[in-house]
RNA sequence: GGGCGGAUAGCUCAGUUGGAAGAGCGCUGCCCUUACAAGGCAGAGGUCACAGGUUCGAUCCCUGUUCCGCCUACCA
């Protein structure tokens, strides 16, 4: 029979595609619930549908495919569930900026309009993550590709905003959040990025009201707030300024005066001056100030963070500033008023001050605190059942380090806010019956805004809602029938919070959502774990009444080769299609795989890349090798018959079997690759191809039949053992090579075998692998050509290796390319030797021709001074009457053996090195 | 401010019951030896950040210091 043969380089391009379609074709990722085994499930995070595949997804990606790909060929039942997000803030804003190219906008194009255009965004380039994730290889089941906004998804939005409301765990209230003055919508804390700068505290002069000629100097970041100030805090220990508490203060540049108040939450006497400016409307510290101390609030800035005339004349701000400032962004009016007040010398004096400003997320704008109704959830309810669930095991955080941050946040965990004020996204279901909420509803159009802009709408606090799952026909307060649906749409991380049962068919109780639901393992970064992890967790548990995974598996972040993190603006993003194109998916997979170290980030450089590359084409000619001498009997024969080699390698292999798997199941990925990689590379290619060769390359060799056998046997083995990190090239291999069944995608995953263990075979190899690798050192020290036959001599201290050295005579002829002669020192020619010497082992080379010995006897002097010291540091341990008292018996039988072995061969050293100066002639 | 992680070969990183320092890439030398030059063979290269402590013995455990990351926080 004749063998296919392969191409002499991997060709991934040539693979790639056609495998994934044939995959695709049989169905082998698609799951049910009626499959036998075990289930298996993983719920993909979504990514953002309009994206496109970077690096981070490439690795998150990989490393799912590589659990499900393993766990499906252990025969467990297993769902992959891909997905996308709508990404709310972000489409939202890709789209508005195709229309603002076109000289439109949303609000010119109008609500409805404005989502439709969104949906054919999505209609063109929604495809694009997933077509570029199957060429990843992802084993994902897509007929049940979901979308964050799909009907079913919405419809389970509906369903649990509609339940928490009703259970008092959604409310609706004026607060102050964080909003974004470009996206023109509120953020939740965590959706602020927090960066420090370099500021100013500017120190401002207060004159009391009583005495102008006295002053309470204030400390503030930023001058231009003080226009909404509404009091002015001192601790009320502190004796400076006590006795000024409830007296009261010039707002200056306005015609206000405002309290002196006490308050030993909100100042920190060390702190500036002692004495803190209250605005209400514009801070966190001051909003809850203000709460205690029942102060008015003053919001001077419009929703797009301009300073607003209406509000400044409600402040009572002088008219000439007033007009001088509105309409100005924060940073124009800042300078204005630091001259106004430096002026009229008021500005005590400006230092330099280190702050940190939040920062939108999304567009990286500055959030400002702003005063807005909106919708929260009360959360600590659903937080402690999370905490509960983290503690004590039912969910698994790995590595562990990172459960200590998720139970820190969750149990400091503020209210979460929402609502955002944008189109994009579950619209609320409240509605407020016009009747009822007349006067409560406001619109106002932004100062210096283009016509074409629309009023900007708002449903005052104070209005009352009606929650329901479809839009009400009547009133139940006036029976009314003119209703108005809340505007706001909700936080994009509220519908992936349900992604892991609102996939699955909730709230309808599916077959799915029996069998996969709770899923097994979430693999996700660490820069999701409080957006979407955490909320999944607390909702799961509420809706399901069981956590929403067992296991989350936390992987790093991938930066540049210099450690910065990736990012268009820097250019220094390297895209995994292009690094596909270039090296093949495989190579990209087995990277990442193999840098997914627990807390550390990956730090990629394309030359690793480019080196696993290499491996995959050394993998290929280890195929091809098998190939090409597989025309020939096979016999199966019981282990213990197979040949030394044959042993050998099945013995490493079955480790190898354990250690993967071990490692899979500890999530060590970087681990169970570097062990493919160094079983396949230097073990199976670079020992047992070679020792294997006689055997094959010649026809009537008695090995012949069980070496082929065993070839074929350990090759189809690793195939399937590396199949669910390099799914490309094992399956090119596989379906090469004799196999039995359609694909290796549904082949069982190696299990370990005891009975292939073989210890007596690895000691052999051990003593193989010293005695080849001491004659080659040999030969380079003698410059002897890689391709000329050498004699050589063998001998070891040990009775038992000298036999077995005796035994592996024809292998070490072989690997050495020369003729092995096992004999006793005492009867190896005394001149024209080279003695080299390791652990008892010594190997003598012939000396022939004209060679330079100097090289040699380098190398024999630098040995024996590094044995020297070794020496002395054996003896001086054991010659340390405590070390003899108080350490293991087995240690210092370790030490002395050593330290004998040395001795040993220090004589046999000497000796070399006294021939080989007598050859010198030195 | 608080918390967490890191500091090991030129680079990127492994290294748990504390008992002779590892890999990959890079580098040097020799080889196109019919699986593979995307390769083979042989090498060089480390006081395991610093200072103490515990121990017979510390890269590993404890304390402190320095440097670098990340998370978190309302010091105006």
């Not at 991934?12 to 036998?36: I, Q």
């Not at 992802?138 to 649990?160: I, N, P, Q, Y």
């Not at 002829?813 to 005394?830: D, I, K, Y």
Request: some cysteine.
């Amino acid at each position: 029979m004749s063998t296919p043969q392969l191409e002499k380089t991997y060709d991934p391009k040539a693979v790639e595609s056609r495998w994934y379609s044939t995959w695709s074709e049989r169905g082998y990722f698609r799951a049910s619930a009626t499959h036998p085994g075990l289930p298996y499930s993983i719920v993909i995070p979504p990514p953002n549908v309009t994206g496109s595949l970077h690096v981070g997804h490439a690795l998150n990606h990989s490393l799912q495919d590589i659990l499900i790909r393993w766990r499906r060929m252990q025969g467990r039942n297993t769902l992959w569930l891909p997905g996308t997000d709508h990404a709310g803030i972000a489409t939202q804003n890709v789209v508005e900026k195709q229309l603002m190219a076109e000289g439109a906008s949303r609000e010119s194009l109008g609500r409805e309009r404005f989502i439709e255009r969104v949906w054919q965004w999505k209609a063109t380039s929604g495809n694009t993550i997933v077509n570029q994730q199957k060429q990843l290889g992802e084993s994902c089941d897509w007929d049940r590709l979901r979308f964050t906004m799909d009907e079913g998804l919405s419809k389970a939005v509906l369903e649990v905003f509609v339940r928490l409301y009703e259970d008092g765990l959604i409310y609706r209230g004026e607060r102050l959040i964080n909003w974004c003055p470009r996206c023109l919508t509120a953020l939740s804390d965590i959706e602020v990025e927090h960066e420090d700068i370099k500021g100013k505290l500017y120190s401002i002069a207060y004159p009391l009201e009583q005495d102008p000629s006295i002053a309470l100097t204030v400390a503030t970041t930023r001058p231009e707030t003080m226009l909404g100030d509404t009091a002015v805090a001192v601790h009320p220990e502190d004796p400076r300024y006590n006795r000024f508490i409830g007296q009261r203060v010039r707002l200056p540049l306005t015609n206000r005066t405002i309290p002196i108040v006490g308050d030993s939450i909100l100042v920190d006497r060390e702190f500036g001056t002692g004495a803190v400016k209250i605005t209400p409307a514009h801070d966190f510290n001051d909003f809850e100030a203000g709460e205690r101390h029942r102060l008015p609030r003053l919001p001077i800035f419009d929703h797009q963070a301009l300073l607003d005339l209406d509000a400044l004349n409600t402040a009572g701000v002088e008219p000439e500033l007033s007009t001088n400032i509105a309409g100005l962004t924060i940073s124009k009016a800042r300078p204005k008023i630091e001259q106004v007040l430096k002026d009229r010398q008021l500005l005590v004096k400006v230092e330099d001050h280190k702050m940190a400003i939040g920062k939108c997320y999304r567009c990286k704008t500055v959030v400002e605190p702003y005063l807005s109704p909106q919708w929260f959830v009360k959360i600590k309810p659903l937080a402690e059942p999370a905490i509960q669930a983290v503690e004590d095991g039912r969910i698994r955080i790995i590595p562990e380090g990172w459960v200590n941050n998720y139970l820190g946040w969750m149990r400091d965990i503020k209210d979460w806010c929402i609502s955002r004020q944008i189109w994009w996204g579950h619209q609320i279901p409240a509605w407020y019956c016009e009747t009822c909420n007349s006067g409560l509803f406001a619109k106002k159009v932004p100062i210096g805004a283009s016509l074409t802009a629309h009023a900007f709408f708002t449903i005052l606090q104070g209005a009352t809602p009606i929650v329901a799952r479809s839009a009400p026909t009547n009133c139940p307060t006036c029976g009314g029938n003119k209703f108005l649906r809340d505007p706001d749409v909700l936080d994009t991380w509220f519908s992936s919070g349900l992604w892991p049962f609102s996939t699955l068919g909730w709230p309808e109780q599916t077959p799915e959502l029996k069998t996969y639901y709770p899923t097994s393992t979430l693999v996700t970064g660490l820069d999701i774990l409080f957006f979407w992890v955490a909320r999944m967790i607390m909702l799961g548990l509420k809706f399901m009444g069981d956590v929403p995974f067992r296991d989350v598996y936390i992987h790093a972040l991938v930066r540049d080769a210099e450690g910065q993190k990736m990012s268009k603006s820097k250019g220094n993003v390297i895209d995994p299609l292009h690094v596909m194109d270039q090296f093949g998916t495989d190579a990209l997979r087995f990277t990442l795989a193999s840098m997914a170290s627990p807390g550390r980030d990956i730090k990629l450089a394309e030359e690793r890349i480019e080196g696993y590359r290499n491996f995959a084409n050394k993998i290929w000619n280890a195929a091809r090798f098998a190939l090409m001498y597989l025309d020939g009997p096979r016999t199966e024969m019981p282990v213990a018959e197979r040949s030394f080699p044959d042993r050998w390698i099945l013995s490493r292999l079955n480790r190898t079997v354990e250690v993967v798997t071990a490692e899979l199941e500890a999530y060590r990925f970087d681990r169970a690759s570097s062990a493919l990689y160094q079983f396949i590379w230097h073990e199976y290619c670079d020992w047992y191809l070679e020792l294997i060769k006689p055997a094959l390359q010649d026809p009537a060799h008695p090995d012949g039949p069980g070496t082929r056998q065993t070839l074929v046997d350990t090759l189809e083995t690793t195939m399937r053992l590396l199949h669910p990190f390099m799914p490309f090239i094992t399956e090119e291999i596989w379906q090469t090579i004799p196999h039995r069944g359609e694909s290796i995608v549904i082949q069982p995953y190696p299990a370990p075998d005891n009975a292939g263990q073989a210890p007596e075979a690895e000691e052999r190899f051990a003593l193989l692998e010293q005695t080849v690798s001491l004659v080659r050192t040999g030969r380079v020290l003698l410059n002897y050509p890689p391709g000329q036959q050498i004699p050589f001599y063998v001998s070891h201290d040990d009775p038992s290796r000298h036999e077995q050295l005796r035994e592996l005579q024809r292998y070490l002829g072989h690997l050495s390319r020369g003729t092995a002669e096992p004999a006793a020192q005492t009867v190896w020619p005394s001149t024209n030797l080279l003695r080299l010497v390791t652990e008892g082992l010594s190997v003598g080379l012939v000396v022939s021709g004209d060679v330079d010995l100097k090289k040699a006897l380098d190398r024999i002097v630098k040995q024996q001074e590094e044995q020297e010291k070794e020496i002395g540091r054996l003896n001086g341990k054991l010659g340390n009457q405590e070390f003899v008292a108080k350490a293991p018996p087995e240690v210092i039988a370790d030490h002395q053996n050593r330290l004998r072995g040395l001795h040993n061969d220090q004589t046999i050293l000497a000796s070399s090195e006294r021939q080989l100066r007598a050859m010198l002639g030195t």
